[in-house]
Nanobody, 128 residues
Framework: QVQLVESGGGLVQAGGSLRLSCAAS???????MAWFRQSPGEEREFVAA????????YYLDSVKGRFSVSRDNAKNMVYLQMNSLRPEDTAVYSC??????????????????????WGQGTQVTVSS
């Protein structure tokens, strides 16, 4: 069992930065971790993922070069550094934990169905 709590959301102007944190309690390893986001009326969208035992990371195309996902296994923390924020990044951001042993690559880690545990989310609002 893993419990996830996000923090760090808020209101920021376009071009600004935010750093989201996800604190995990329970058994943190060996879970792969991801960030998803959801805007009103939209489906939940993959943003970024990090593997527990590999330096591999995966990103939504529209956030590549602006967002960076990282984790600190010793502290049971996952982070999402978001730079050059745009109004279209406005959403509730949630972290997720899973162990997709049966698939690999971007198609696997971007699929919300491979994640078993979810946080409640933190609101990010980017004003123009």
């Amino acid at each position: 069992q893993v419990q996830l709590v996000e923090s760090g959301g808020g209101l920021v102007q376009a071009g600004g930065s935010l750093r989201l944190s996800c604190a995990a309690s329970g058994t943190f390893m060996p879970y792969d971790m991801a960030w998803f986001r959801q805007s009103p009326g939209e489906e939940r969208e993959f943003v970024a993922a990090t593997r527990w035992n590999s330096p591999d990371t995966y990103y939504l195309d529209s956030v590549k070069g602006r967002f960076s996902v990282s984790r600190d296994n010793a502290k049971n923390m996952v982070y999402l550094q978001m730079n050059s924020l745009r109004p279209e990044d406005t959403a509730v951001y949630s972290c997720a934990a899973g162990r997709p042993d049966y698939c690999s690559g971007y198609g696997c880690y971007s699929n919300r169905r491979v994640y078993d545990y979810w946080g409640q989310g933190t609101q990010v609002t980017v004003s123009s």
